[in-house]
């Protein structure tokens, strides 16, 4: 269990911070900007479950909770080493990227088939979840960025690029089943 009984530190005065791992990097880092993207879209995902309920805030809890064994999992180097660690790190699984798509396919199996591009508009939680939608692919993009630089756990990569298409679905469920989508019109304002 975590205690936390003293929120500042100064610590970070510097310009660095602690990883997981104890190590400190700068800030700017790309791994600190990997999970601290990753923070950013559970606050966001905290929004939209403003105007969520049933089994659908269910499932935008379970997510949340996902968010931080992901920003658990990127905060620490060093995949190769989690054998030797004293406490092994927690790290995404295969199984949290299946549940995310057996969901996904659960809740496509409700829409029509799309014949245009939607707008990120209609409900309260549908433009929420097409928000987070977008947090989540910058917060991919920045998992693939890292990937780039260092080891980083195929599995974060994989949920994070399941999660962008769940809340797509998403919003669209949001949207009365996709009936209350509002369609691109190409041109429209010419």
Known sequence: MVVLSKIYTRTGDGGDTALGDGTRVPKHSARVAAYGTVD???????LA???????LDA???????DLFDLGAD????????????????L????????????EIDAMNTRLE???SFILPAGTA?????HICRTVARRAERGAVELAGLEPVNPAAVKYLNRLSDWFFVAARIAND????????VPGANR
């Open 40 to 46: 950013e879209l559970n606050a966001t995902l905290g």
């Open 49 to 55: 479950r403003l105007h969520a309920d049933g089994d």
């Open 59 to 65: 499932q935008l809890s379970r997510i949340q909770n």
């Open 74 to 89: 990127l905060c620490r180097p060093g995949m190769e080493k989690d054998a030797e660690a004293e406490y092994p790190p």
């Open 91 to 102: 790290r995404i699984i295969d199984a949290q990227v299946t549940r995310l798509e057996q």
């Open 113 to 115: 088939p799309l014949r």
């Open 125 to 129: 939680l549908s433009a929420h979840l």
């Open 177 to 184: 089943d996709g009936k209350a989508d509002v369609l691109w």
